[in-house]
Each structure stands twice: as C-alpha cells, then as structure tokens.
C-alpha cells in the first residue's frame, strides 16, 4: 500500500499537477523497470478523462514520468480533448501515449463523440487529443462503420 501512494504522489506531480487518480483491486510494481500493474476492476480518473478496464500497465521513464498505459480487457473510457470534443467508448485494447497525448484503441472498437453525435466502429483507431482528429481501420472482412447524425435544413432529423 505504501508504494502505491508513492507511485501516485510521483504520477500526480508528472502530470503537471493535474490529479490522476487509480483504483484497482491489486497493485504491483517494478521501480527498476518502470513498469507498475494494476489489475482487477482497474479505474484511473483525471480531470474529464476516464479509463476503466480489467488490467492497466502504466510504463514510465528514469525520472518515473509516465510514458504509456496500456489498458486490456473490456476497457470503456471518457475523453474530453483540448478542443473540447467529448468522446465515450469502448475497446478490448487501449493504449495512451501521454506525451503525444494520443489514445489508440484495438478490438471492436466503438468510438462515439458526443458532442457532434458521430460515432466510429473499427478494429483499429486513433484519436489525438490535442488536434481532435481520428483514424479508423477495419478487420480484414469488415470495413470501418461511421455514423453521422445529419439535420435537414429546418435542424430536423
């Protein structure tokens, strides 16, 4: 328990002293390595932002900055980006890049941006945070689905 506070004392202070805060059932970790796990019912929350799954490795650097989460198993997030898009889905795989600040997500992908009511059904998607752009990719059989909610000219479905 006490290297869990310690590790989320240094996630808190790298993360320009936004508040990251992560539940699980288990925690270990590897300082040496860089590399903490958290497993079982698994929620990290910062700010607007919300990831939640069965199993979250969180890599970080020599100076314990984090670098990578990787989140496996029925992971659904909450992503507000600094455009103020808000986007709710899930995947079977997420992986967020906090230096780029960039989310990729594997396995039955579906990516809703609310705000816009778009939404996106993939294999493989990429959203960047800071620039709000996606990139979407099919499976070998099935192609990427978009669906657009489109008003006529009165702003009526």
């Known amino acids: 328990m006490k290297y869990l506070l310690i590790f989320i004392i240094l996630l808190q202070t790298a993360l320009f002293s936004q508040e990251l805060k992560i539940k699980a059932d288990e ?7 860089g590399i903490s796990i958290f497993t079982g019912h698994v929620r990290i929350k910062k ?20 670098t990578k989460f990787v989140a496996v198993g029925d992971a659904s997030f909450i992503i507000q980006t600094e455009k103020g898009a808000d986007y709710r889905g899930v995947a079977q795989k997420v992986v967020y890049l906090p230096l780029k600040k960039e989310y990729h997500f594997f396995g039955n992908v579906h990516l809703k941006q609310l705000n816009d009511k778009k939404e996106i059904f993939g294999d493989e998607v990429v959203l960047q945070a800071i620039s709000g752009k996606a990139y979407a990719k099919g499976i070998e059989k099935e192609p990427v689905i978009m669906i657009f909610d489109i008003k006529d000219e009165k702003g009526q479905k």
């Open 27 to 33: 925690f270990s970790g590897d300082q040496n390595k």
């Open 47 to 66: 700010v607007n932002d919300e990831l939640n799954a069965s199993k979250v490795t969180v890599y970080t650097d020599k100076n314990n900055k984090p």
